[in-house]
């Protein structure tokens, strides 16, 4: 079964300034989809940007960007320019791309907080 | 706004009883998925309705039981119930089994007492 790990329970970071995320998985698969979802406070799930892993081009998408490394099974979320609006929970995801079911298993979070 | 929607936002029960959670998905998505998140458990996935057929289960719980209706919307049956099964459950859809995009609603509270 695949597994995620998130080992930064919580991180915190100066408004402005750059932080990464750490996320790493097991999976015996070779193709499958990556992604970091966020949880502010109202608790509404966000997809803030995804990976597919046949991809060597790592993601971006504005202030976000990942840093994928596939042998190793490492998939980080760096946030430039830091935000308050960042500060929520996030979540690292795996999907598998076919067979089965396309359910999306979960890292269990971690709390960034946004220092003004 | 994903699109997504759950009713009711909160719900607040007693132990031994049932409630039914409900989910619209975005129109045109075929796929529903239910989620719940605990303090302890995180987010686990329960069960995946795909045009109406049940497609995959997870750690959902036999007092637990959901169906797709013709319509595309979803209920999450909840039967039962113990103080445990407080929690936040989501319901996410997507457009096919391809896909990988899945917008997720706003979630419903539910607490035991």
């Known amino acids: 079964a695949q597994t995620v790990t998130q080992s930064q329970p919580e991180m915190s970071v100066q408004e402005a300034e750059t932080v990464t995320l750490s996320c790493t998985y097991d999976?015996?698969?070779?193709?499958?989809?990556l992604f970091w979802y966020k949880q502010p406070p109202s608790r509404q799930m966000i997809l803030v940007i995804r990976?597919?892993?046949?991809?060597?081009q790592n993601a971006t998408e504005n202030r976000f960007s990942v840093n994928f490394q596939k042998a190793a099974k490492s998939f980080s979320l760096k946030i430039s320019d830091s935000q308050l609006g960042d500060a929520a929970m996030y979540f690292c995801?795996?999907?598998?791309?076919?067979?089965?079911?396309?359910?999306?298993?979960f890292g269990k979070g971690t709390k960034l907080t946004v220092n003004p | 706004d994903s699109g997504v929607t759950q009713t009711p936002k909160h719900l607040i029960t007693a132990t031994g009883q049932r409630v039914t959670l409900r989910c619209s998905p975005r129109?045109?998505?075929?796929?529903v998925y239910w989620y719940q998140q605990s303090l302890d458990q995180g987010l686990q996935f329960l069960i995946q309705?795909?045009?109406?057929?049940?497609?995959a289960k997870g750690n959902i719980l036999e007092r637990f039981s959901a169906q797709q209706f013709p319509d595309l919307h979803s209920e999450l049956n909840l039967s039962s119930l113990e103080l445990g099964d407080s929690a936040l459950y989501f319901c996410?859809?997507?457009?096919?089994?391809?896909?990988?995009?899945?917008?997720f609603g706003p979630g419903t509270r539910l607490t035991v007492t």
């Open positions: 996410a859809s997507s457009v096919g089994l391809a896909t990988y995009e899945q917008y």
């Open positions: 309705y795909y045009n109406g057929e049940e497609r």
């Open positions: 129109s045109g998505d075929l796929s």
């Open positions: 995801a795996y999907r598998r791309t076919q067979g089965g079911s396309e359910k999306l298993v």
């Open positions: 999976t015996s698969e070779s193709d499958y989809y």
């Open positions: 990976q597919e892993a046949y991809k060597q």
